[in-house]
């Protein structure tokens, strides 16, 4: 039953991962690409304001993974477990859809975000940018962080388990200081966005024991502390979109926010890795090709989405729930009892 409920109430974080890659997709389909901000790729007779805000569902899904990841810790026996899992959840999809993306835009898409065949390897890296080549996909660069903090959350969980939340404590307000020391050095830690991985494992300490308890207030104030120092002046719009998550993640402890599951929004999220992979060059160069058609604004913008949706939802069967499985298989064999070896031992 405790697992049931478990599930059930995840799949509310499904919905928040449908409404962050939505927001991220908007952004890019009608803003990021249009006329207000960068190359005029794609032209609308939208009214996109709204829109050009967007691009803070990223901020979402790095609370989410703070959630999320804290929750996969606590699932793994030792850090090889933990490597596999995540192995299997990120770097088989997204080889594939940098493959496809590299192709689709190579075939199709406009000068600007065509990446050379060197950019593609140095990106099947995961960190292009330390080999001073583009990202096969401009959205990519999030995932160096999500990286960044596997590498050091299971270095400081597995070496200080029973003291983990003291230690990741004391590690984020190193990384808050070499941020404000020199933003370069900042990001092989995680960067500004230790506030928001902050945020989510707070939020799930509180899940899990159904209180605010002394750490789980320490890990949510450290996100406050540390997202006053390092996010001050974004304006008064992206503050009350911050604290708007905020608020949804306090109505999801408090299951007030359980209907939402039912949506098409947790459907959305479901997908939203592989969404997120393949939206952003292969959309817009869909909405730069439509441009030259009398299709314009909504009609155009619904095409792409449908399009790319249908092709996250393939990545997502074909691709990205078969690596999972194949995941959980290799983390089941490695738990299996050597049965061959104690046959032998009895004879």
């Not at 997709?25 to 009214?47: F, I, N």
């Not at 500004?192 to 509180?206: D, K, P, Q, S, T």
């Amino acid at each position: 039953m405790a697992a049931m409920h478990l599930k059930s109430r995840v799949r509310v974080l499904d919905a928040f991962r449908g409404v962050a890659v939505a927001a991220v997709a908007l952004y890019h389909y009608t803003y990021r690409w249009g006329p207000h901000d960068g190359p005029d790729l794609v032209h609308s007779s939208l009214d996109v304001s709204l829109f050009s805000f967007g691009y803070l569902g990223v901020d979402l899904f790095f609370i989410i993974s703070g959630f999320v990841i804290f929750l996969t810790l606590e699932q793994c026996r030792d850090v090889r477990e933990f490597a596999i899992r995540r192995f299997a959840r990120l770097y088989p999809p997204f080889v594939v859809c940098s493959l496809v993306t590299f192709a689709a835009v190579g075939a199709f898409g406009p000068p600007e975000l065509k990446v050379g065949m060197a950019d593609l390897l140095a990106g099947l890296t995961m960190h292009g940018t330390y080999f001073h080549r583009q990202f096969v996909d401009g959205a990519y660069w999030s995932l160096v962080y999500e990286v960044h903090f596997y590498f050091w959350i299971a270095v400081v969980y597995f070496g200080f388990r029973k003291r983990f939340v003291a230690a990741w404590l004391v590690f984020s307000f190193l990384a808050v200081a070499v941020q404000l020391m020199s933003a370069r050095f900042g990001g092989l830690f995680l960067g500004a966005f230790v506030a928001y991985f902050n945020a989510g494992m707070g939020y799930y300490l509180r899940y899990k024991r159904h209180r605010l308890d002394r750490e789980s207030a320490s890990l949510l104030v450290s996100a406050l502390i540390a997202y006053l120092l390092l996010w001050w002046g974004r304006g008064l719009f992206v503050g009350l979109a911050v604290a708007g998550m905020v608020v949804a993640f306090e109505l999801f402890l408090a299951g007030l926010l359980d209907w939402i599951r039912y949506t098409g929004l947790a459907a959305l999220g479901l997908i939203s890795y592989s969404l997120y992979l393949l939206h952003q060059n292969i959309g817009v160069s869909l909405l730069a090709a439509l441009d030259r058609t009398p299709l314009d604004g909504l009609p155009a913008l619904l095409i792409v989405a449908v399009a790319i949706v249908c092709l996250a939802t393939a990545m997502y069967f074909l691709v990205e729930a078969p690596s999972q499985s194949l995941g959980r298989k290799w983390v089941a064999r490695l738990r299996a009892p050597a049965a061959a070896p104690a046959v032998e031992a009895a004879e």
